[in-house]
């Protein structure tokens, strides 16, 4: 049957389904990352015009089996960064769809002047060989992590310390700029290949704080004398599953536990969520802790690949 690649369609008719079976087959692959028709087009519609940013499905026979993102890293300090993340659906590998995405995905990155393509690959035997043999050599390696929230035990909640208080993200509903300036200082710190800078407050709002997947309710930060310290961006796909966006402290408040404290695991558990994902880079040791603290369990591992564009 022959393979076909091509960008979603933006015929609102087709692009409905389109979207539906990139969400299908990211779920499939990748349970941990959650997806929805709705999150597939808002990521569309709201990527940054810097990032150069692609949709890809591969279809046999009117059936999408692959998707790939693709696009520039735009907000990194270092020029000509890209990244291609190829999926296909487990039942439907061997048909050539990942060769296809892949190479269409560098075509477009080298067009948008990248040099250097870098690509999330599960740690799997045939997904390492697949990026083996296109010339991708392995760099870090990140864990996606699941919780059972339906039947598994949460370690009881902590009072926070004095001078320590808890919110909701929809405190922040109006202005979330103090939550933005959170967010940049912990992402600028996270270990990675590739080192990301916040600074436009307009497009995060945009493509971050108002993501159909992001839940401001169940979304919690930790104030110290009034002013946030800690987070966690909780994200729900309205079928139950709920996962960790981001979590992360301000450097002068690290070490105190409000990590710990700033979780919404009990709310979302509360609020009908049954299962909980969240993903640590494998050397981040403390959060990796935390999560274990709170029960999490590795249930996949991806790789990071790396390729220069010639």
């Known amino acids: 049957?022959?393979?076909i690649v091509r960008a979603l369609s933006a015929d609102a008719a087709t692009?409905?389904?389109d979207d539906a079976g990139?969400?299908?087959?990211?779920?499939?692959?990748?349970?941990?990352?959650?997806a929805t028709p709705e999150s597939v087009a808002f990521d569309r519609a709201h990527a940054h015009p810097d990032a150069h940013y692609r949709q890809l499905i591969a279809e046999a026979g009117g059936e999408v089996i692959g998707t790939a993102q693709v696009g520039v890293a735009h907000d990194s300090p270092e020029p000509g960064q890209g990244f291609a993340n190829?999926?296909?659906?487990p039942e439907r590998l061997g048909a050539g769809a990942g060769t296809l995405l892949l190479r269409t995905a560098e075509e477009h990155l080298a067009g948008a002047g990248a040099t250097t393509?870098?690509?999330w690959v599960l740690d799997e035997p045939v997904n390492l060989a697949f990026a083996a043999r296109h010339g991708y050599r392995a760099s870090r390696r990140a864990h996606f992590l699941r919780l059972d929230l339906a039947h598994g035990t949460l370690p009881p909640r902590q009072e926070p310390p004095a001078g320590v208080e808890l919110v909701s993200g929809s405190v922040y509903a109006d202005d979330a700029r103090p939550l933005f300036a959170l967010d940049?200082?912990?992402?600028?710190?996270?270990?990675?290949?590739?080192?990301a800078e916040f600074t436009d407050y307009e497009h995060w709002l945009?493509?971050?704080w108002h993501?159909?997947?992001?839940?401001?309710?169940?979304?919690?930060v930790a104030l110290v004398d009034g002013r946030p310290a800690a987070f966690s961006l909780a994200r729900t796909d309205g079928a139950g599953r709920y996962a960790s966006g981001m979590t992360g402290t301000a450097r002068a408040h690290r070490g105190r536990g409000l990590a710990k404290l700033a979780d919404s695991l009990h709310r979302a558990r509360a609020a009908g969520c049954t299962e909980a994902f969240t993903g640590n880079d494998a050397g981040n040791e403390p959060m990796l802790a935390i999560n274990d603290w709170f029960g999490y369990e590795i249930c996949a591992t991806e790789v990071r690949h790396v390729r220069d564009l010639g």
């Open 1 to 3: 049957m022959t393979v």
């Open 184 to 195: 940049a200082e912990t992402v600028a710190d996270e270990p990675g290949d590739v080192v």
């Open 22 to 34: 990139f969400a299908a087959v990211r779920r499939a692959c990748v349970p941990a990352m959650l």
């Open 211 to 220: 993501h159909p997947l992001v839940s401001r309710e169940l979304t919690t």
């Open 117 to 119: 393509v870098y690509s």
């Open 206 to 208: 945009a493509e971050t």
């Open 15 to 17: 692009a409905a389904a």
């Open 86 to 89: 190829v999926y296909v659906h």
